[in-house]
């Protein structure tokens, strides 16, 4: 039902290091993290490249956005200098490039397909398609060695399927409606991904009864991930490097 690691870094080193960087998957490794979630969102000229927000202003300066700058742009933008000084010149990275890095380093990851508002399906169609390609020489069969796809974006997930029905699927719901075990179901997700602040032990047990993967985000104190474990979650992501190992 989860066949990956129960303590994941939230966007690569949560909020030890500029989320979303390739600083921010050495900052995990560092922390002894063998798993990763990171977001992904499509290029102007639909290629992707590692970002939460669709609109530039926290972690990239100034205005703008994703889908109307090019890769080639993007991939000259300064991703770490809002983070601290020591970070100053790290770039946006591409995905093809993160994948390679998480794979020379035996990183699992979970990547959150992140679409900009109107292209759901065209991210997960892409990103998929992508994934795939860097992942043929992995067996269909061996799970701990394939990403999980997740996404807010049924749509997007939707895509994904079709474009690569191997890859698993999380449907990431913040606060979990009655039609949750459709959804899933249409989507063919082997695992639900959910806020735990609104999850309750029912749920989770519910949830777990009905033989999927249970993931929660973003869990920063140990307290609170023992007890949403207690209830039978599989695994969670964490910002916490520091305050939660990865054998917690
Ligand atoms: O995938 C879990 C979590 O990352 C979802 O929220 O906004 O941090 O991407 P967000
Ligand atoms: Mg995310």
């Not at 990763?36 to 669709?54: A, C, N, T, W």
């Not at 100053?88 to 397909?113: D, L, Q, S």
């Not at 606060?175 to 179901?185: G, S, V």
């Amino acid at each position: 039902m989860w066949p990956y690691s129960k303590v994941i870094a939230h966007r690569g080193g949560g909020t030890l290091s500029p989320e979303n960087t390739l600083a921010a998957m050495q900052c995990g490794l560092d922390y002894g993290f063998a798993a990763v979630e990171f977001d992904v969102m499509l290029s102007k000229d639909g290629i992707p490249v590692l970002m939460h927000d669709p609109e530039f202003g926290r972690t990239i300066r100034g205005t703008g956005s994703v889908a109307n700058s090019t890769v080639d742009e993007l991939v000259k933008m300064d991703a770490g200098a809002w983070f601290s000084d020591q970070f100053i010149g790290e770039k946006v990275p591409t995905y093809e490039e993160v994948v390679r890095f998480c794979r020379a380093h035996g990183i699992w990851m979970n990547v959150e397909i992140k679409p900009a508002p109107g292209f759901e399906e065209e991210t997960g169609r892409v990103v998929a398609e992508m994934t795939a390609a860097m992942f043929a020489d992995v067996s269909v069969t061996d799970l701990s060695h394939l990403p999980l796809f997740s996404s807010f974006e049924f749509p997007a997930l939707m895509a994904a399927k079709q474009a690569a029905p191997h890859i698993p699927r999380g449907f990431l719901i913040d606060e979990i409606t009655p039609d949750w075990r459709a959804q899933l179901q249409a989507l063919g997700a082997s695992a639900l991904h959910t806020n735990h602040r609104h999850l309750t032990p029912s749920l989770a047990k519910e949830i777990k009864d009905a033989g999927l993967g249970l993931f929660c985000y973003t869990v920063n104190t140990p307290e609170r991930a023992a007890e949403i474990l207690s209830w039978g979650v599989d695994a969670f992501c964490t910002d916490r490097l520091d305050l939660i190992p990865a054998d917690f």
